[in-house]
């Protein structure tokens, strides 16, 4: 089944694959490293983050949206865009609870420089999912 859809609605209706594209480039493949790279630690985590939570927020806000005027053909994109942000959300989840398993390890051991290694190490494995 194909569709005529005009020129200006296929525009729009790339912009929330593009923003999920942008928000993968920028705060996962730049932003994140460039926090480990810098060794600005576990805060370094948290700007893009929550940049990337507020772009998610953006797109699931939109899908939702009901606007009459706005196109079938837009709509639907918005609403595929935010189903993959939910496969990023997972992720993230899972990137928090390892996290959070490596704080209470580390809280567990009893030198300083044993803590600051068991942090770094369950750090890094905690970005693998994201």
Not at 21 to 34: I, S, T
Not at 50 to 56: E, N, Q, Y
């Amino acid at each position: 089944m194909l569709y005529q859809i005009e020129e200006q609605i296929r525009r729009q209706a790339k912009t929330p694959h593009e923003l999920f594209m942008l928000n993968l480039a920028v705060f996962h493949l730049l932003l994140a490293p460039a926090a480990i790279v810098l060794k600005i630690g576990i805060l370094g985590f948290f700007v893009p983050l929550s940049a990337s939570l507020g772009l998610i927020g953006f797109t699931y806000w939109r899908s939702r949206e009901t606007r009459p005027d706005r196109p079938w053909f837009v709509k639907v994109h918005w609403k595929l865009a935010s189903r993959r942000s939910r496969i990023l959300l997972i992720a993230y989840v899972l990137s928090g609870s390892l996290l959070g398993l490596g704080l209470l390890v580390a809280a567990g051991a009893d030198k300083h420089t044993t803590q600051d290694i068991i942090t770094t190490v369950f750090a890094r494995i905690a970005v693998f999912p994201v």
